[in-house]
Nanobody
Framework: QVQLVESGGGLVQAGGSLRLSCAASGRPVSSLAMGWFRQAPGKERELVSAISGGATYYADSKKGRFTISRDNAKNTVSLQMNTLNPEDTAVYYC????????????????WGQGTQVTVSS
């Protein structure tokens, strides 16, 4: 069983930055595909970014603004978010699966509880 705990959400002004972290237990993050999803009010949950082995994935609108990274020693995955805008307001979820494809198709095996990110204009 894998447990995921997110941290780092909060309130930030437009143009600002936040760094989300996901602490995993139960399995090494290096053995999993790890990703960040988000869900805004009234919208479907969407994959923001993912990392598996040496491969990374970013949704088109996040390229250049978001950076995903993995710290194998700490067993964490982080999402650095820059130049935030109000449209980035959402609950952000850490997720894990056995393949990048699983995350890209919205079917990870494990989910965190989510952390709220609010960007004010």
């Amino acid at each position: 069983q894998v447990q995921l705990v997110e941290s780092g959400g909060g309130l930030v002004q437009a143009g600002g930055s936040l760094r989300l972290s996901c602490a995993a237990s139960g399995r090494p993050v290096s053995s999993l595909a790890m990703g960040w999803f988000r869900q805004a009010p009234g919208k479907e949950r969407e994959l923001v970014s993912a990392i598996s082995g040496g491969a990374t994935y970013y949704a088109d609108s996040k390229k250049g603004r978001f950076t995903i990274s993995r710290d194998n020693a700490k067993n964490t995955v982080s999402l650095q978010m820059n130049t935030l805008n109000p449209e980035d307001t959402a609950v952000y979820y850490c997720a894990a699966g056995l393949s990048l494809y699983q995350l890209q198709t919205g079917s990870p095996n494990y989910w965190g509880q989510g952390t709220q990110v609010t960007v004010s204009s």
